[in-house]
């Protein structure tokens, strides 16, 4: 099984880097890099040229072709891979993830392989993550991946029609982010099997979210949205989304009684997000359905 990975970016030169370097001691290398560059500015190209005689690079200019999910989706024409994996810009890859990558997906006969987020040392950051492998499905959809660790095979994502992109970091609503749970729960529709392993781990910085400032509270925020809305475009039950609301209630109640007021306003926006997106993704499934 060859990889192509498609990185749509924006805004970041020097960041690449790192992600560029893991690249290059991967035990199973990818067949192609592909960079969807929406800039506007030649920034992004000084760091390829320096990879470009080590990594089989497609540098795509898309400036006119802004948002997260509307680049992966341009990238996916230039993909000859059977597998595809989305790199964030930011992210990083342990020497033999994309080797694990790949046998989970044969031993398992997956369409779709995901892990998690961690730091250098194991430990889970960005998200919350479930502790044991097991089988993808609308109850764990949400603890199972981070966008930049899934790895699809292509075929599944031609047929699911590739990413919605009125979601994501960059689309033109307030559903900023859930856009990898979203073609998730699309391809399950399809019967395409997942599976997450808690051992396929990949690297980002750490989102300050123990004392967020302002603009933490605003990502927190719009990222709640999108989480918020795919749940209700999903017609997740009221019942089962009550839970999500409910930890972020109690997560800014114990913020709070720790004097602790800006990660108490972090989780109490967090909730807000959930809730609009919640309500406007039920009343554009119901707009559909009439």
Not at 77 to 86: D, H, K, P, R, S
Not at 208 to 215: F, I, Y
Request: charged share 20%.
């Amino acid at each position: 099984m060859e990889i192509s990975l498609i990185i749509s970016t924006l805004g970041r030169s020097e960041e690449c880097v790192k992600l560029l370097d893991s690249l290059l001691i991967q035990t199973y290398p990818a067949k192609e890099v592909i960079f969807i560059d929406q800039n506007r500015d030649d920034i992004l190209y000084p760091v390829l040229e320096r990879y470009r005689d080590r990594l089989n690079l497609n540098h795509v200019r898309a400036p006119n072709d802004r948002g997260l999910s509307r680049g992966r989706n341009a990238g996916l024409q230039y993909a000859t891979g059977e597998i595809v994996l989305f790199p964030d810009d930011d992210c990083w890859y342990p020497a033999d993830c994309f080797e694990k990558a790949i046998a989970l997906l044969m031993q398992n006969n997956a369409d779709i392989v995901t892990g998690r987020a961690a730091d250098e040392t194991g430990r889970s950051i960005n998200g919350r993550f479930l502790t044991s492998p097991q089988m993808i499905d609308r109850s764990n959809v949400w603890t199972t991946q981070i966008e930049w660790m899934v790895f699809f095979k292509r075929e599944l994502l031609l047929d699911v029609g590739g990413y919605d992109v009125n979601i994501g970091v960059g689309a033109a609503s307030p559903w900023q982010a859930c856009e990898g749970q979203d073609i998730v729960l699309r391809s399950l529709t399809l019967g395409a099997i997942a599976f997450f392993s808690p051992a396929l781990i990949g690297h980002h910085a750490e989102l300050p979210t123990q004392s967020p400032d302002k603009t933490m509270r605003t990502k927190g925020r719009l990222y709640a949205q999108g989480f918020g809305y795919v749940a209700g475009r999903h017609n997740y039950p009221v019942s089962e989304f009550a839970y999500f609301l409910f930890r972020s209630f109690a997560g800014a109640i114990v913020s709070a009684a720790k004097l602790n007021l800006p990660r108490a306003l972090y989780f109490f926006e967090i909730m807000m997000g959930r809730l609009y997106g919640y309500r406007n993704g039920r009343a554009q499934r119901l707009s559909n359905s009439v």
